[in-house]
């Protein structure tokens, strides 16, 4: 094989890889039967309050309600929506998503952006960060 042949291989694999992962995570969010509206629901904080961001981490494996300012609503290459609570992002321990099969659901979300927001769902760890999947707009409620 030659080098430039190698590249290629090796970059269809990352992809294929990448792309692996992400089906295999929609998928376990789907198939937890924890969304917004199942029967027994307990919100985060254990009043029915929402918990700040920050304290998302504390949280995950439960479906609850997190709130926080958007500071940006960032649009990725592959159509997918991330709601950023922090001015970097990676360094946030919060972190939303919309994905681009379900971004037809919502308006223009770049509206969000400077709001305060109270985002239901199931709590998740992605990359070390709790992270909300939001597959409804009823998930996210723009505080008064």
Known sequence: MTRKQIVVVALTVLVASSLSALVAYRRAIRQSGLRDGAAGVVRAGG???????????????????????????????GGNVFLDFCTDYRKCPFTSVIF?????????????????????????????????????????????
């Not at 504390?58 to 649009?75: A, D, K, Q």
């Not at 998930?139 to 008064?144: F, G, H, K, L, T």
């Open 47 to 77: 009043s029915g309050g929402c918990v700040d961001f920050h304290d998302a981490g504390s949280h995950t494996g439960e479906t609850g309600c997190v709130s926080g300012r958007v500071l940006r609503v960032f649009v990725s290459r």
């Open 100 to 144: 681009s099969d379900d971004r037809s659901k919502f308006g223009d979300l770049t509206t969000l952006g400077g709001r305060d927001v109270e985002i239901q769902g199931f709590i998740t760890v992605y990359q070390g960060r709790a992270e909300v999947v939001i597959h409804d707009a009823q998930q996210i409620r723009v505080s008064p």
